[in-house]
């Protein structure tokens, strides 16, 4: 076996010191890929019943007054929804005891914060992600700042981490609410929590779904035309309702790419 | 969007702690298995065969740019 030492300089020649498969035309690796993809898209659509399965878990009522501190002082968990329909509270470790301690957070729950969609896609969708660790907020402030995170970030005060499984390791609980009332609808914890990250999959642990209409949610759920409601992170304040052109372009991409062409010939 | 509440979404039965942690169970084994397969197809990626590519071949433009091409997320 290769040193590491051997190893770099290899890599250091751009070549790879490895078995590696054969190298074949473009037909056949092509062949290859697609039956590939055969299994990929059955993950994919095993991913899309798995999502409709959780869609139609039983809900748990939260009726414990849970406090958490924020930057403006204490919050309930109803206030962690900032108004919105649909909360996921990401336990994340950054507290005393966790390596890293205090310049910064558990290097996994680092790296999962790192990898956060923009939020205003998920916010679109009547959603708020929040972070929630037990260091002060001085700390967690600090912390945002230097790792240059926008997420909101909390501190627990009682017995949430017990209560919803991430005493002791990280994990997302999904909640939604019904006026005041708050329940627990679903919980993604251990290698689940690698996928999080994107908008898509935390709308897929959600009650509401993606709320496109594609998907199979029980029936009333709400639904929107897919893509339609797609914006720039910047634009969805500034846009109440989908931008016409936009519509047309997702209703018929072929009409819309040929009115495009005629417009830039005229 | 306007805020539903639970009657208008048909809002699934609410339970006590144990039958919720036990319909979890219940798709936590569905949901490890999705887990394994996902590391099974990366695994199979790694095995695929390697296509030569000439790094000097300027690649075609984005059809995002050009047709407003679109995915499907129903595959159709």
Redesign the interface.
Known sequence: MATSKERDKEHGKGHLAMNTPPIVSQQEWEAARQQLLVREKALTRSRDALAAERRRMPWLAVEKKYEFDGPKGKVSLLDLFEGRKQLIVYRAFFEPGVFGWPEHACRGCSLGADQVAHLAHLNARNTTLAYASRAPQADIERLKARMGWKIPWYTMTDSFDTDFGVAEWHGHNAFIRDGDKVFRTYFINGRGDEAMGSTWNYLDMTVLGRQEEWEDSPEGYPQTPPYKWWNWHDNYGAEASPDPKWVDIITDPQEAARMRDTEAKA | ??????D??????????N??QA??DV?RV??KA??R??DA?AA??R??????VDGATPRPPSPCR?????Y????A
Not at chain 2, 1 to 6: A, E, L
Not at chain 2, 9 to 16: E, S, T
Not at chain 2, 72 to 75: A, E, I, L, S, T
């Open positions: 969007m306007k805020d539903m509440t639970r208008e979404l048909r809002a699934p039965k609410i339970v006590g702690r039958t919720f319909e979890l798709l569905r949901e999705q887990t397969e996902g197809i199979a990626r095995r695929l065969p390697v296509l030569e050009n047709r407003y091409a679109l499907r997320p129903d595959g």
